[in-house]
């Protein structure tokens, strides 16, 4: 079955202790993988897509990685606003799915806190 | 451009009672979702459609209903509420399957 495992659930770093999210993933034939922020009472915004292993995306404090496995998501340098839950989502083929999950599979997301 | 919008934003339903989520965008997108958020889960997909006139079933129909008769406009019904259907309801839109989704603010509905 198709699975999304984002870790660690949740992670409290200080004002500028850098860290990394890992969103591992069970998928044939991935298609791309999502990073999304979700800050409370809000809709998932998007941040990046990643299509192959190798890839990288940056975009200020944070940079994306992946591998054929898992992909990371580093906060370099973290700021009390970038406090958020932040989600993956794989898409799979289209063949692979017939009204079941659907395109894309979401993780159950990491909550990060960032003390001042 | 508004987005997608959501309404409304929260709502207590009895159980057995009906009502209708609405959903709706302005970027011309043809491919509309409905997700439903419960807490410490991951989005679950509800129903899908890939332009105005067709949709489908996603992981988790049951008990819902949706329509798409323009491409602006997909809006969720609840026929008979179940507490089970307490969660937070997301919309969502993207101009091709598979490409990054916008979501609305979301719907937190409460079937007591």
């Known amino acids: 079955e198709d699975q999304v495992t984002q870790s660690p659930e949740a992670l409290r770093l200080q004002e500028g202790e850098s860290s990394s999210l890992n969103c591992s993933y069970t998928v044939s034939g991935l298609r791309g993988l999502f990073w999304y922020r979700q800050d409370p009472g809000k809709g998932p915004e998007f941040l990046f897509t990643?299509?192959?292993a190798g890839e990288e995306k940056e975009k200020e404090r944070l940079k994306a990685t992946l591998t054929k496995k898992e992909s990371f998501l580093h906060i370099t340098a973290p700021k009390p606003e970038d406090s958020a839950t932040y989600l993956c989502?794989?898409?799979?083929?289209?063949?692979?799915?017939?009204?079941?999950?659907?395109?894309?599979?979401f993780g159950k997301g990491t909550k990060l806190s960032v003390k001042p | 451009n508004a987005g997608v919008t959501q309404t409304p934003k929260f709502r207590i339903l009895k159980i057995g009672q009906s009502m209708t989520l609405q959903c709706a965008q302005d970027m011309n997108h043809n491919y509309m979702y409905w997700y439903r958020q419960d807490p410490g889960m991951g989005l679950k997909l509800i129903y899908y459609s890939v332009g105005a006139g067709i949709t489908d079933k996603g992981e988790v129909p049951n008990g819902y209903n949706v329509s798409r008769s323009t491409t602006e406009d997909f809006p969720l019904r609840l026929e008979l509420a179940a507490p089970s259907q307490t969660s937070v309801y997301f919309c969502?839109?993207?101009?091709?399957?598979?490409?990054?989704?916008?979501f609305g603010s979301g719907t937190q509905l409460s079937v007591l």
């Open positions: 989502a794989v898409q799979r083929p289209r063949v692979n799915y017939g009204g079941s999950q659907g395109n894309l599979i």
């Open positions: 990643l299509y192959s």
């Open positions: 969502a839109s993207s101009y091709a399957g598979g490409e990054k989704l916008f």
